[in-house]
């Protein structure tokens, strides 16, 4: 059984953006209670921190911060329509950002296996000059500089698979070849960035693999996708370190989104992560919660991906599904970069 690492805590609450906001307290309040009731050998508590201003400077910039930092204390103020603080978001969102940060420390120390991130608020939106769609700091490129810059890696695997593109993580990286970012998200949708042409600019060409998914997809559409697109293109790659942005929207109870996924379909996504970790990156792997917004698709994906950070499903064979090609236009784009079978 591999050692998971976890990272949940109270103050998560304490950020408020509002009565009826999807992206609310009870969230962690929901994962709180079903983490205390969940049992798993391996599974070791990491305490959060709070990332330092030079931390996240490796992403955004000094502006950017100091407008967040300058809500610390008020009751109340918007980025934007969808984006609101309160008195104790900044340091909420240092604390998710930090919380990050601690368990790749753990991981890469060899204290843990792998680790996942219970936070909030979320981050892959948020830009080098700008909060948008509920993120505040964008935990995981953040994350992924920092394993650069402290720990001197040259590949990293950013996978995001929420419901939504990742603006923000894409365009951390988007002419770096040093992170390979891919994303599953509907499309089209919020925030309208993340086509199937987006593939990175200048040295980072190739290295932004963007599957846009239409409403109504489900587990073995994503099967597929990871299995034939996302599988091959990220072993060419070699990753140092497997991060991924775990955002559980696309579960078919959520109420943001059109996709079908289950809890079960995001266990199927996790093993292929976890075997690309395990055959390229000596198993080390760190999830973190981006979406997800019905508390109980929220709750059963959460356990089910933690279940297979366990590792003893890990060369379980995944269901069988059609072999009918899927999302042609990706594939023909990213041959240009990546070797993919005809049957992609």
């Given at each position: 059984m591999l050692r998971t690492g976890l990272v949940i805590d109270t103050r998560y609450q304490d950020h408020q953006p509002g009565q009826q906001h999807p992206e609310r307290p009870a969230r962690i309040g929901s994962l709180l209670r079903a983490v205390e009731s969940y049992r798993r050998p391996g599974l070791t508590s990491v305490s959060p921190r709070l990332a330092s201003e030079d931390e996240i400077g490796l992403i955004h910039d000094t502006a950017h911060i100091g407008r967040v930092a300058a809500t610390a204390g008020q009751p109340g103020f918007a980025f934007d329509a969808d984006t609101q603080v309160s008195a104790l978001s900044y340091d909420t969102a240092r604390l998710a950002t930090g919380g990050l940060l601690a368990i790749l420390d753990a991981v890469m120390d060899g204290e843990v296996d792998n680790g996942f991130g219970l936070v909030r608020p979320p981050g892959h939106h948020a830009e080098r000059n700008r909060a948008m769609g509920f993120c505040l700091f964008n935990s995981a490129a953040i994350g992924a500089q920092y394993l650069r810059e402290r720990f001197g890696l040259s590949r990293v695997?950013?996978?995001?698979?929420?419901?939504?593109?990742g603006n923000g993580s894409q365009h951390s990286f988007y002419d770096d070849p040093g992170v390979l970012y891919a994303s599953t998200h509907q499309y089209p949708y919020y925030p309208g960035t993340g086509a199937?042409?987006?593939?990175?600019?200048?040295?980072?060409?190739?290295?932004?693999?963007?599957?846009?998914?239409?409403?109504?997809?489900?587990?073995?559409?994503?099967?597929?996708?990871?299995?034939?697109?996302?599988?091959?293109?990220?072993?060419?790659?070699?990753?140092?370190?497997?991060?991924?942005?775990?955002?559980f929207d696309a579960h078919a109870r959520d109420p943001l989104g059109g996709l079908r996924m289950t809890e079960a379909g995001f266990g199927g996504l996790a093993r292929v992560l976890l075997r690309i970790a395990r055959d390229h990156a000596g198993g080390r792997c760190a999830a973190l919660l981006e979406g997800g917004y019905d508390l109980t698709g929220l709750e059963k994906s959460t356990l089910r991906v933690l279940d297979e950070m366990g590792g003893e499903q890990l060369d379980t064979p995944l269901p069988e599904v059609a072999s009918r090609p899927l999302l042609p236009q990706v594939v023909s784009v990213q041959r240009a970069y990546w070797e993919l079978a005809d049957k992609s």
């Open positions: 695997l950013l996978m995001d698979w929420d419901l939504h593109h199937a042409e987006d593939v990175g600019r200048g040295a980072g060409a190739g290295y932004t693999v963007n599957l846009p998914i239409p409403a109504g997809w489900g587990d073995a559409e994503y099967q597929h996708l990871f299995e034939m697109i996302l599988d091959p293109i990220c072993r060419q790659f070699d990753p140092q370190f497997v991060l991924i942005s775990a955002g």
